[in-house]
């Protein structure tokens, strides 16, 4: 079972990218200068159902707070993160089986987080 702060989620997919900070500096005689700047942090996307309006609003609010780190947590991982960027749209669905412990007709929703460490 995964969690993000608690809040329930379903991983489909998880992945990231990690970059270094590069500019390429062209002076007026000679060639091309590249001054290297350091790394940034890696960048997590996650995607993932969650079913029910409480779990998303639960991340809709923790979308709000750029200031505090949460734990993305499940399957051996578990690391503190900022929650960047959060997209989500409803699945058409008839009825839900995957948490037992809400209604049948709770909402489902396909959801994309960007985490930063």
């Known amino acids: 079972m995964w969690t993000f702060d608690g809040t329930r989620i379903i991983v489909q997919e998880i992945g990231g990218q990690s ?18 700047f350091g790394i940034e ?14 779990d998303l609003e639960a991340l809709i609010a923790m979308n709000k707070d750029g200031d505090t780190k949460y ?15 959060l997209s989500w749209k409803r ?3 008839a009825w839900q089986t995957l ?9 489902v929703y396909a959801v994309e987080l960007e985490v930063h460490e």
């Open 71 to 85: 734990t993305l947590s499940g399957d051996s991982f578990s690391k503190d993160l900022y929650l960047v960027n």
């Open 99 to 107: 948490r037992q412990d809400l209604e049948c007709t709770a909402p």
């Open 91 to 93: 699945i058409r669905t």
């Open 19 to 36: 970059s270094r900070i590069t500019a390429r500096l062209q002076p007026l005689t000679g060639e091309t200068v590249q001054q290297f």
């Open 41 to 54: 942090t890696p960048i997590h996307s996650v995607s993932a159902i969650v079913v029910g309006n409480t």
